[in-house]
């Protein structure tokens, strides 16, 4: 087919990018996509990537759709920049959202808004808890304050113009680190695994590495709790008057990925507990003379009731009663269109077939913008053949629903069935407690917002013929 090809029917916001040139196609259709072609745009859909906010391929989801409604139930982003800007002191908020929801991609869009000279022109850090943090062990304070200091220092001196590894020779980490020695000399000790002279520079990157290290530091904190949170909020305070002496409002903190804390199968109890215990019992000593927001692991939402959380949800293709929400598909195939032009779209599913293929995509992934994504790779990947057929479409599906599925143990099909009839998650006993944190650790669950929020299940669980039957079990005797 040639460039000029059937274009897609569904209404399309302005927002979108209306030309091949402009979101990287060359206008080149053939009813086979060489390789050349498939391969560039399976690699502009890459699931796992956050995109910045000026990333062509970023589809701003908060957009107010063409009936008043917002398809994720409020401006979250804007909302959020809001509450740090009218705020006389630091907050201190919760971020979650499962996997792939698209809450990465939020968070830098919150820091370039929050960078805007109306509103205040903050300089925003976001630390990457992945890289500063051992996500696979039990976690405690010491360790997200000393890499959000890291972090945060080596901001600041780029924001000076200076080197941020002049961090790791004479700032505010060799400064802890020599307060941590003096409380304890035996920190420098081949035992403890701290010794060396240029360990104290890169005190977080140890405590990440170095299980024997991060221990002893803990247990030193712990001990002297109230001076290790002076010297690291005095540390903050400094860096903050540094950044406004450059003209900026102050300082907002963010430790993004911490939502990946999850250990390995044997772990998951321990380390999930070790989250609770940090965000309940610890968080006043999270508190920081700077706007922090923490992002958390959605399974703690069934154990720890945190005041000030934003959980980002789905695209709502549906509202609760099960009504389609159109907006909801219409922004989802505008998050298509910013990876795939409508033109290819078109060669891949067949131009006379586009339109219906696509919402059969999309309700597929029950609004989840990775999934989505995922499935757009699957469909390049057998598009080498021609144009997806229904045999094919229903073959990608079906593969993504039998993964989904082998995940679902066969114990939570009540607690699955109360969910799908009560849209509320059943947090009744510590047995629904650790189903509801394994059901949202692994995306089988997922949450919508109207005016206020609610939880479905994944549409390839919702279609298992055994929650099916445990649904219709339930229902019998379901409060009218």
Known sequence: MSSGGSRSSTPRSASVVDSPAAAGYDGVCEAVPDLKTVKKYYNLCDPKESLKPDDARNEDLDVRGPDGSFVRGLRWVDRLARRITLADKPVQCWFTGLPGSGKSTELLRLAA???????????????????LIDLSSEIDVPDIIV?????????????????????????????????LSRTDVTLGGAEVGLEGSGMSGKLAIELKTRLTARQRVRSVVASHLSAFLAEVRG????????????????????????????????????????????????APYLELPVHTIYTVPPPLIARVRLDDLW???????????GTAFEPGYM???????????????????????????????????GGYPRDIIRRLRSFLDESLDGPISEG????????????????????????????????????????QRQVTGRMLQNNLVM??????????????????????????????????
């Open 113 to 131: 808004l929050l960078g805007a000279e109306a509103n205040g022109r903050y300089l925003t850090v976001i630390a990457d808890a992945d890289d």
């Open 235 to 282: 540390e903050f305070e400094s860096l903050q008057q540094r950044v406004k002496k450059r003209g900026h409002a102050g300082l907002v903190v963010i430790l993004d990925s911490l939502e990946k804390l999850q250990g390995m199968s044997t772990t998951f109890q321990s380390v999930l507990a070790s989250a609770e215990a940090v965000f309940t019992r610890g």
């Open 447 to 480: 949450r919508y917002q109207n005016d206020e929020g609610w939880f479905d299940l994944h549409p390839a669980v919702a279609s298992m013929s055994e929650i099916q039957r445990a649904v219709e079990t339930a229902r019998a005797t379901w409060p009218s």
């Open 147 to 179: 890499a959000l200091l890291y972090a945060t220092e080596r901001a600041v001196l780029v924001a000076e113009g200076k080197d941020p590894e002049d961090a790791l020779k004479d700032g505010a980490g060799r400064r802890l680190w020599n307060w």
């Open 331 to 365: 922004a989802a195939r505008r998050l298509i269109e910013r990876r795939i032009p409508p033109a290819l779209l078109a060669d891949l599913f067949g131009a006379p077939n586009v339109d219906l293929r696509l919402r059969q995509v999309i309700a597929w992934s």
């Open 311 to 321: 959980f980002i949800p789905m695209i709502k293709l549906a509202d609760r009663s």
């Open 392 to 431: 094919p479409l229903r073959r990608v599906l079906q593969r993504q629903s039998e993964t989904i599925r082998q995940t679902v143990p066969d114990y939570a099909f009540p607690w699955l069935a109360e969910v799908a009839l009560g849209k509320r998650l059943p947090l009744a006993n510590e047995e």
